[in-house]
Nanobody, 122 residues
Framework: QVQLVELGGGLVQAGGSLTLSCAAS????????MGWFRQAPGKEHEFVAR????????YYADSVEGRFTISRDNAKNTVYLQMSSLRPEDTAVYFC???????????????WGQGTQVIVSS
């Protein structure tokens, strides 16, 4: 059983930057594809980014490509999401998730954190 805890959410002005982190425990972190999803009020979960177990391969949603960077430190059992050029439409609860397979669908991911709120003011 993998436990995930996200940190780093908060309030930021449009155009600003924020870095989220997600610490994992209870499993072999380096086995898992790690992903970030977000859920805006009244909307479904939306895939944001994923990183391969080694950290070599990444994939982004079109909406964040070029603005967000996902990375991981397997020695620290932590995955990061660096967000820059933030927009009001990036406002959401951000979740990290772990999967044994690569994918963008929410159902691919087996373990989820509790989420951290990001608010981007205009």
């Amino acid at each position: 059983q993998v436990q995930l805890v996200e940190l780093g959410g908060g309030l930021v002005q449009a155009g600003g930057s924020l870095t989220l982190s997600c610490a994992a425990s209870g499993g072999t972190f380096g086995m898992y594809v790690m992903g970030w999803f977000r859920q805006a009020p009244g909307k479904e979960h939306e895939f944001v980014a994923r990183v391969s177990p080694s950290g070599r391969w990444t994939y982004y949603a079109d909406s964040v490509e070029g603005r967000f960077t996902i990375s991981r430190d397997n020695a620290k059992n932590t995955v990061y999401l660096q967000m820059s050029s933030l927009r009001p439409e990036d406002t959401a609860v951000y979740f990290c998730a772990a999967a044994l397979q690569s994918g963008t669908d929410r159902g691919t991911y087996d373990y989820w954190g509790q989420g951290t709120q990001v608010i981007v003011s205009s």
